[in-house]
């Protein structure tokens, strides 16, 4: 099947950047129309709860119908569950055009096609003499150098030809990009324009010359330049209808030589065709030195010359076959999600479609599968294959002239050939960018297998945002200063071969050199590097120092983050003189423990929020070194929220240290609970219940030491009384600590007398902790203040059949009977179930180091917008507590940060109407006993509370949210959530700097001062 001409042809865009998220929301009307609607309707309280469907029990028991069995099957063979099928389905339909809108479309493009036909011709003119342009165009490219050989005159096309995704029907909403090819005639072109940019010139100036008559025709509404992919040689002209279809589609042209003009044996990735004596304004050197290769530009001469056959393949591939374009739909729509098609660099859905191409020609993926089985199998292929160690091809031909696959290795650092065997598809992908699809695509597929009830809707509903997927952010701005970095690196040739892009020829070895640098702290590394935007045609093409920031993302791992040392080989290896060179002065030789004299370098951070911004100190360090890039125009973003979990009094440090110290007094007090003498019932376990013991107090306690000349010494009660005329001493909050004692048979089986037993116990838990250990206690009938090194823990002795005995009721006929009633429901919460939560976080905290700065960050939050009164903080800990244990799609935080921004999306997207928060601590609850926990919460919604968070110890009650909040207070938080949320992502985004950070826009959301 061969391409059509532009009226008849009527479908695509090959790699058009799709954006998911505003075709899947109303607009604002809408948003006002149904607001009113809830203003002025009466709602019943099960409003809005999903209800079951109620069926007679005619229906209810009808025999299947034949298309029911087959769908049934189809489903079960295709899918692994029904509401996969259905949510998939309901997706594809938001995502496709309408038939009304293509016979629109249709319409455009012969009207497009005509207009284009008509455009005068222009006599031969000298490529440098550019007398003959009108006033109001501009050339859409940068002409540097701008002497350069070759003639140039404008005639109409010799075909125009639709190509790309819209043709082959695997387009997605809502930005329709058409990809339109003007095959240039063979009049134009000249036997060296492969040379020197000439081709490139020549391409510019004739769609300056299409950009100035077709401005003037009425039928367009906006007639603009922009870039294709990112690639500043390669202009498009962008045209868009007028009048109400003004945001219908855009037409892309792309002119284009001939098929057969250039010799493909001149374009392979080994020859040069850009003359170092053209480019540098350099004689040659003569000193038969060869010209260095010029693989990227070689490859967008390839791109235009291809763009009729790839089309040809894609129809063949596609063409008959409805699951495979969904299946491409799909994996467009996943990566629109997590920004990995944006930009020069990016992986498109130009190339999931030809890999799709590829899937199939190779037997992996046949044409009769659904789309969910060509997405999965796709993702389960990138996971698995590494495109830049073994590179693949869909060249068939054994032809012995064609370049081997290492050729291409060489010259790109991801390799995917067409079925040309010469045009490597991915040269401009990135090596992080092929290993940041390759995480996500394990990350995928992990969730898939997991066949959790929401893997729809975070594998191809959520957003995923570079700040709120990488744990730190570092900004390179401004971007001129990358020219100093390719001179620094001597990237001539990289220069050379990219036309002057000094970002694209300093990102690799600058990635390159901070992977090396980072080690065993960083496990992923990404880029991003924003689309250029289009500009008018009366203007010059933007500058690559106007083309945004380079960010950069740090994917890293916990185990290795807050290491202080970098350990290098021993003094007298061959590897000793690399790492030298790596760190340069911060290298040093040290002798260590075992003998070992070794070459080291060692960071200063004495905090542990100082050692989590170590990589920091390593970026900095490696770019001023190497790349000649200041301190200054690094802007890091990774501990910009820790200020606010700083105490008055600290400066460089968040507390953990506090914390800590709190924590292992806790524990000596609980070994010398544990080795009393004296008690009539031994200890059978010591249980901490605060939130210091588990790390997310907002703001630790400090030891105080009272100083005696500010009390006076009450010695009949042995206590301390505040002189009037002494400052008030500090208020020390205390610790509550739960003392299980063993069972006996003595203890009594009143409620009234287990209380005055358990008084006894305090009592006596003072007398001995005071004899034993010098300890300063004070005993109550409910509980016993120990002082220990500054701190007073609040000792509550338990009995573990206490609670049934408050259970026990007793009927006039003596009958007993168990119900439970506050008193136990709130004796077995603080004795029992908040002992196990507290200890369960504290083993969290050990697994994450990272949990203690997010929940403390989440409840300053909460509390900043006077909302802390309708949480409880056990709350707030198990809604943080999921983001780490079912982190997907993302992986868990390694930062405060990231964590937070996170919270504060959970917080503002989870359906708390519908759905339980199961947070399974421990890995305790089972696939289906979550599966059978939802069922049971369906049933019993309405008597349970707004807010429902269930874990393993507490599976049917949510018990942390008994007493708050109310519908009010949380709906009031899920809106202050998505306000703050857009607000601080976009602060910390802006390389000018944050700000500051702790007050938004809006007097309406703020973080804490």
């Given at each position: 099947m061969g391409p059509a001409p532009a009226g008849e042809q009527l479908r695509g865009a090959a790699g058009e950047p799709e954006v998911m998220e505003p075709a899947l929301k109303g607009t604002g009307k809408e948003e006002k129309k149904a607001s009113s609607r809830k203003r002025?309707?009466?709602?019943?309280?099960?409003?809005?709860?999903?209800?079951?469907?109620?069926?007679?029990?005619?229906?209810?028991?009808?025999?299947?119908?034949?298309?029911?069995?087959?769908?049934?099957?189809?489903?079960?063979?295709?899918?692994?569950?029904?509401?996969?099928?259905?949510?998939?389905?309901?997706?594809?339909?938001?995502?496709?055009?309408?038939?009304?809108?293509?016979?629109?479309?249709?319409?455009?493009?012969?009207?497009?096609?005509?207009?284009?036909?008509?455009?005068?011709?222009?006599?031969?003119?000298?490529?440098?003499?550019?007398?003959?342009?009108?006033?109001?165009?501009?050339?859409?490219?940068?002409?540097?150098?701008?002497?350069?050989?070759?003639?140039?005159?404008?005639?109409?096309?010799?075909?125009?030809?639709?190509?790309?995704?819209?043709?082959?029907?695997?387009?997605?909403?809502?930005?329709?990009?058409?990809?339109?090819?003007?095959?240039?005639?063979?009049?134009?072109?000249?036997?060296?324009?492969?040379?020197?940019?000439?081709?490139?010139?020549?391409?510019?100036?004739?769609?300056?010359?299409?950009?100035?008559?077709?401005?003037?025709?009425?039928?367009?509404?906006?007639?603009?330049?922009?870039?294709?992919?990112?690639?500043?040689?390669?202009?498009?002209?962008?045209?868009?209808?007028?009048?109400?279809?003004?945001?219908?589609?855009?037409?892309?042209?792309?002119?284009?030589?001939?098929?057969?003009?250039?010799?493909?044996?001149?374009?392979?990735?080994?020859?040069?065709?850009?003359?170092?004596?053209?480019?540098?304004?350099?004689?040659?050197?003569?000193?038969?030195?060869?010209?260095?290769?010029?693989?990227?530009?070689?490859?967008?001469?390839?791109?235009?010359?291809?763009?009729?056959?790839?089309?040809?393949l894609l129809s063949t591939m596609l063409g008959s076959a409805p699951g495979l374009k969904d299946g491409v739909a799909l994996l467009k729509v996943w990566l629109r999600q997590r920004e990995l098609d944006k930009g020069l660099g990016g992986f498109t859905g130009f190339h999931v479609s030809m890999l799709v191409a590829f899937l199939v020609s190779t037997r992996k993926i046949h044409t009769t599968m659904s789309g969910y089985q060509v997405l999965r199998s796709v993702l389960q292929f990138l996971a698995t294959t590494d495109l830049t160690v073994n590179g693949i091809s869909l060249c068939l031909n054994s032809d012995p002239s064609l370049p081997a696959l290492a050729d291409f290795h060489q010259a790109f650092p991801v390799v995917f050939l067409d079925s040309s065997g010469r045009l490597n598809l991915c040269a401009d992908v990135t090596a992080s960018t092929y290993h940041q699809v390759q995480h996500e695509a394990r990350l995928s597929m992990a969730l898939l297998d997991s066949k959790a009830d929401d893997g729809f809707q975070m594998l191809l509903m959520t957003p995923k945002p570079m700040i709120r997927t990488f744990d730190h952010v570092l900004h390179l701005r401004p971007l001129s200063r990358l020219q100093a970095t390719c001179h620094r690196l001597k990237l001539w040739p990289e220069l050379q071969d990219n036309g002057g892009d000094y970002v694209s020829a300093a990102l690799g070895p600058l990635t390159t050199l901070l992977e090396q640098g980072l080690g065993a702290r960083l496990h992923l590394l990404a880029h991003s590097r924003p689309p250029v935007p289009e500009w008018d045609i009366s203007q010059d093409p933007p500058k690559h120092k106007d083309s945004g920031t380079l960010s950069l993302g740090f994917l890293l791992r916990p185990e290795g983050l807050t290491s202080v040392l970098e350990l290098g080989p021993e003094a007298d290896q061959a590897e000793a003189a690399d790492f030298r060179h790596l760190w340069g002065s911060r290298s040093e030789l040290r002798r260590f423990q075992d003998g070992a004299i070794r070459e080291a370098v060692v960071w200063e951070a004495a905090s542990m929020s100082q050692k989590r911004l170590i990589p920091h100190q390593v970026v900095t360090h490696l770019l001023a070194l190497h790349a000649d890039i200041p301190e200054t125009c690094v802007h890091y973003v990774g501990g910009l929220v820790d200020v606010l979990i700083q105490g008055l009094k600290e400066t460089s440090s968040t507390g953990e240290e506090a914390l800590a110290v709190a924590v292992r007094c806790y524990d000596d007090l609980s070994r010398l609970l544990w080795g009393l003498e004296g008690l009539p019932l031994t200890v059978s376990a010591v249980q901490g219940a605060h939130p210091v013991l588990r790390y997310t107090e907002v703001f630790p306690p400090t030891p105080v030491r009272p100083a005696y000349s500010f009390y006076e010494h009450l010695r009949e009660r042995a206590s301390l009384l505040p002189r009037l005329s002494k400052p008030c001493p500090a208020y020390v909050e205390p610790m509550t600590v739960v003392c299980h004692l063993e069972g006996s048979g003595q203890w009594p089986q009143d409620a009234e007398a287990v209380r005055r037993v358990r008084a006894a116990f305090q009592l006596r838990l003072a007398e001995l902790l005071t004899q034993q250990h010098g300890l300063q206690c004070r005993a109550t009938a409910t509980h016993t203040d120990v002082l220990k090194d500054g701190f007073v823990f609040r000792i509550r002795v338990a009995y573990q059949r206490e609670p049934q005995i408050l259970r026990e009721m007793r009927s006039p006929e003596g009958m007993i009977s168990l119900r439970d009633t506050p008193a136990s429901l709130r004796l077995e919460r603080d004795t029992r179930q908040l002992p196990l939560l507290t200890s369960a976080l504290h083993g969290l905290q050990q697994q994450h180091p990272a949990f203690s700065g997010v929940a403390r960050l989440a409840k300053r939050w909460v509390c900043a917008q006077l909302l802390g009164e309708g949480f409880t903080d056990e709350s707030l800990d198990l809604v943080t507590a999921a983001l780490f244990l079912h982190p997907e799609p993302f992986t868990p935080p390694s930062s405060p940060q990231v964590g937070f921004l996170r919270f504060l999306f959970l917080v503002s997207t989870f359906d708390w109407k519908n759905n339980p928060l199961i947070v399974n601590l421990n890995n305790e609850l089972t696939a289906e006993e979550q599966v059978e926990i939802r069922s049971g919460f369906l049933a019993a919604r309405t008597q349970l509370p707004v807010m429902v968070i269930i874990t393993p110890q507490d599976r049917k009650s949510s018990v942390w949210t008994q007493d708050g909040p109310s519908a009010q207070i949380l709906q009031q938080l899920v809106v202050l959530a998505a306000q703050a949320l857009p607000i601080l992502e976009k602060q910390l985004m802006d390389p000018q700097g944050p700000g500051d950070i702790r007050a938004g826009p809006s007097k309406d959301v703020a973080l804490p001062e």
């Open positions: 002025t309707e009466t709602r019943s309280p099960a409003e809005g709860l999903l209800q079951p469907v109620k069926l007679s029990r005619a229906e209810l028991y009808k025999e299947p119908t034949n298309e029911e069995l087959n769908r049934l099957r189809e489903t079960e063979i295709l899918f692994h569950s029904s509401l996969l099928r259905l949510q998939i389905e309901e997706l594809l339909k938001e995502v496709r055009l309408s038939e009304k809108k293509k016979d629109r479309i249709d319409a455009f493009l012969r009207e497009v096609n005509q207009r284009v036909m008509r455009v005068p011709s222009v006599p031969e003119a000298e490529l440098t003499d550019q007398a003959w342009l009108p006033a109001g165009v501009r050339v859409p490219l940068h002409q540097v150098p701008y002497t350069v050989k070759g003639c140039f005159c404008f005639l109409p096309p010799a075909q125009v030809t639709v190509v790309g995704s819209y043709l082959l029907g695997t387009c997605i909403r809502p930005d329709i990009n058409v990809d339109v090819a003007l095959t240039m005639p063979r009049e134009i072109l000249q036997d060296k324009d492969g040379l020197n940019q000439r081709y490139f010139r020549k391409r510019a100036l004739y769609l300056a010359h299409l950009a100035h008559h077709l401005a003037q025709d009425p039928l367009f509404g906006s007639v603009r330049f922009s870039y294709s992919n990112g690639c500043h040689l390669k202009p498009l002209l962008l045209l868009r209808p007028n009048g109400k279809d003004k945001s219908l589609v855009t037409v892309r042209l792309h002119p284009c030589p001939p098929p057969d003009f250039f010799r493909p044996c001149r374009l392979l990735p080994t020859k040069n065709n850009v003359r170092s004596a053209w480019y540098r304004g350099q004689s040659s050197p003569g000193d038969g030195s060869p010209e260095p290769p010029t693989p990227h530009y070689n490859t967008w001469v390839l791109q235009d010359i291809a763009l009729e056959s790839h089309l040809q």
